[in-house]
């Protein structure tokens, strides 16, 4: 029996990397470790919370002694660490914290994993210390373009026929890392300290970088959730500057399905990028996620573009992102199951379902929280 430890299983793309894990591997034992922050909501995982192979344990990732004691408790053999501080804006307000919970934490992990795997006779033998990082300790892409081709453009770099870019270059594995958040740097220096690991330690560790997530129980601090929910509540939609800068989307659960393959499957030390060629200007999306949220809602279809206001930009706000997954897609056979307009479309009817959930999270605490935050915006 496989014992893993999922870390920040009760936050947004955690919680589905555990269900996909419980439900898929009855013979594993998970234990799901999180310290439930603002951004950790055990409701995530209702649907599973009573299966025989699932555990719930409260505790932070910087607390080592009781890390390691867990370790030694379940006999753990793998780790899928995904616990993290992961939104940019509160980095920006609230670095400290940043470091603390993705350096320290990470390390923490670390050396507790190092420990007790290095006090059994097998030592790291079938052992994996499995690291979740993002495509932003790249840094940002340019919007350069073929002469007289404007983007968004076919481009022939990639592995995908469909994919229309905004940018000659894209993130690979060999990039170097440049990060420009608090949030990117506290990511950047975690994955320093994982890959130390493996090459101090002999410790088998894996690191991949993904681009923007998005699908049901997200926290609605990111932007089609909090999106979403304006559009319901008739609130202004900020867009930051002038909502030209790109992500490049990838549906939750097919970014969970790549973490289970590249766990079982992947090549110890070595870096994969996860992403869906899936590039998209702020504002054009912003504009098809209004449509689709006033279709559900029986509103008259762009009805709520009224709602767009632009906003001060972000400090620092990263250009373009764009991943490219080729070695993925090459060296393990995954791809993502999912056009955009069909993931946005569960998606929006996801959170209409589930307005109890939202609710739920965006009364009280958050909601001064965010209205202290969009004040001075
Ligand atoms: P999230 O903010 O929704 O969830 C984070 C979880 O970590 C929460 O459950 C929280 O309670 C827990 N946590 C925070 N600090 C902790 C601590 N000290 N000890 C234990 N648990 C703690 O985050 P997410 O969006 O699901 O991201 C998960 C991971 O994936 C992060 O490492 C993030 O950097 C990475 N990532 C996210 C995206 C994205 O688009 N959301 C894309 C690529 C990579
Ligand atoms: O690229 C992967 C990263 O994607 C992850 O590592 C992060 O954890 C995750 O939060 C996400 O970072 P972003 O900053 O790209 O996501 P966010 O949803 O905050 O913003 C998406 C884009 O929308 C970004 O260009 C900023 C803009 N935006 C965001 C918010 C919240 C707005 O214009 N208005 C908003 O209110």
Known sequence: MKSIIITGGAGFIGSHVVRLFVNKYPEYRIINLDKLTYAGNLANLKDIENKPNYTFVKADICD?????????????????????ESHVDRSIKDPFTFAKTNVIGTLSLLQAARLYWESLPEQYEGKRFYHISTDEVYGALEMTHPEGIEPPFKTTASSTDHHLAYGTDFFYETNKYNPHSPYSASKASSDHFVRAFHDT??????????????????FPEKLI???????????????????ENVRDWLYVEDHARAIDTIFHNGKIAETYNIGGFNEWKNIDLIKVLIRT????????????EKLITYVTDRAGHDLRYAIDSTKL??????????????????TVEWYLSNQEWMDNITSGEYENYYNEMYKNR
């Not at 991949?208 to 997200?218: A, M």
């Open 64 to 84: 080592f002694d009781t890390i390691l004691s867990l370790m030694k408790q379940y006999e753990v053999d793998g780790i899928i660490h995904l616990a993290a």
């Open 293 to 304: 949220v006033d279709r559900a809602l029986g509103n008259e279809e762009g009805a709520s």
């Open 225 to 243: 959730p909090l999106f979403i929910n304006n559009i319901r509540h008739h609130k202004p939609l900020p867009v930051y500057g002038k909502g």
């Open 201 to 218: 330690y002999s410790m088998p560790t894996i690191v991949t970088n993904c681009s923007n997530n998005y699908g049901p129980y997200q």
């Open 329 to 346: 897609q090459k060296e393990l056979g995954w791809e993502p199951s999912l056009q955009f307009e069909e993931g946005i479309a569960m």
